[in-house]
């Protein structure tokens, strides 16, 4: 009984709330006489109408009519809880408890609906911020995940073309020691031997056959010189001392600039992986030096120290803007770009220097496989030539 009591006085009070027609109010006024018959009291048909009216009616009512809707609402409660009032109370005590008792109904009613409606939305809004928060950190995860995956296959590939490059010059290098340097030889061991064995007296003829032997010897001296800047056969025989020593003395030679060159045995003790990427830095900042510091001297040094080594190229020549030139495009660019990556490739740490009045400064940071000799701690230096 109550439950059909419940059901038809939700679908009469909608109904008055929609159409506000006084067959509506007779409605009331029946279902509060039902309700009497059911032995409801006054306050279980209060529950049930803040009830309908908190759950179903107001949570699809702008903020703005509520107030009114509710009023409205109230008059059909009065009218609805008349029956059961008239029998408790005489008429005019009844009609006053009545008044009271609506507007406290409906001030409750709108203060609970209003709260139940602004902690609905501040809940709504919190879940959807929480989700938002999630769905961009995972965004953001996966993003940084293929952005690490990207930089270590880009790494992968860098080195690997590095070591094929040198592969491939220690190839051509040997290639033009071995073949073409010893066929040039031969020619002009040839010439020399036809020079001597000539039994005329043709000064055209010995005239010419010089001549031949002084381009085969300079075509020999270019073919070294190539096989050196491609890969120093020194660097494999005898170590990177020795190469650096050389090199240091062609290009001193070269370019006329002093070259202060210092270093300690220990660095004998690196792999040969490690030479090579210090001896290639060596001789990319050296080239760079030759090419646009307009210096007069450069001082390469070895130290070390506790962490293991350093390296440090320094002339005095003009400055520049590091970040500039490592964002910029050109050939001197790549070359700061490749000595980075060949020092990273064997586990370094590589540093541009550069400041007016200081010149630049190219600064490698390298551990040492284990702990240099005593006998390690012994320096060697290169005296600069005379230009």
């Known amino acids: ?182 066929t040039l030889t031969g020619i002009n061991i040839r010439l020399a031997t036809l020079h001597a064995a000539a039994t005329t007296d043709s000064k055209t003829l010995e005239r010419n056959i010089s001549r031949t032997q002084r381009l085969v010897e300079k075509s020999v001296e270019i073919v070294h010189q190539f096989a050196r800047e491609l890969r120093p056969a020194v660097l494999d025989d005898l170590g990177l001392l020795p190469a650096l020593q050389s090199y240091v003395k062609a290009f001193t030679q070269r370019t006329k600039l002093h070259v202060h060159l210092k270093v300690f045995a220990g660095i004998e003790e690196l792999g040969i992986n490690q030479r090579t990427v210090l001896y290639r830095v060596i001789q990319e900042a050296l080239t760079n030096v030759a090419r646009h510091a307009k210096a007069t001297q450069v001082e390469v040094s070895f130290q070390r120290h506790a962490m293991g080594l350093s390296l440090k190229v320094h002339d005095n020549g003009k400055s520049f803007l590091v970040d500039d030139m490592l964002h910029s495009r050109g050939r001197r660019r790549l070359g700061l770009l490749g000595m980075r990556e060949r020092v990273e490739m064997i586990g370094g740490q590589f540093e541009i220097v550069s400041a007016p009045g200081h010149g630049t400064a190219v600064q490698v940071q390298l551990p040492l496989p284990k702990p240099p000799a005593a006998s390690a701690e012994k320096l060697t230096t290169l005296k600069p030539e005379s230009p």
Request: glycine fraction near 4%; charged fraction near 30%.
């Open 1 to 182: 009984m109550k439950r059909k009591l419940a059901k038809l006085y939700r679908s009469a009070l909608r109904a008055y709330l929609k159409h506000g027609v006084p067959a509506s109010l007779d409605a009331a006024r029946g279902l509060g006489a039902q309700a009497l018959t059911a032995g409801l009291q006054t306050l279980d048909l209060a529950k049930l109408h803040e009830e309908i009216l908190i759950q179903e009616v107001l949570p699809d009512v702008p903020p703005r009519k509520r107030t009114a809707l509710i009023r409205r609402a109230g008059v059909f409660f009065g009218v609805a809880i008349t029956p059961i009032e008239e029998t408790h109370r005489g008429g005019r005590e009844a009609v006053v408890q009545l008044k009271k008792f609506i507007e406290t109904l409906s001030q409750r009613t709108v203060e609970l609906a209003a709260a139940n409606l602004e902690l609905s939305l501040e809940i709504a809004q919190r879940k959807a911020a929480e989700e938002a928060l999630k769905k961009s950190e995972q965004h953001y995860a996966v993003l940084l995940r293929r952005s690490d995956l990207l930089q270590e296959q880009l790494r992968r590939l860098s080195r690997q073309i590095i070591t094929a490059q040198e592969d491939e010059r220690r190839k051509i290098s040997r290639e033009l020691h071995d073949v073409i340097a010893q």
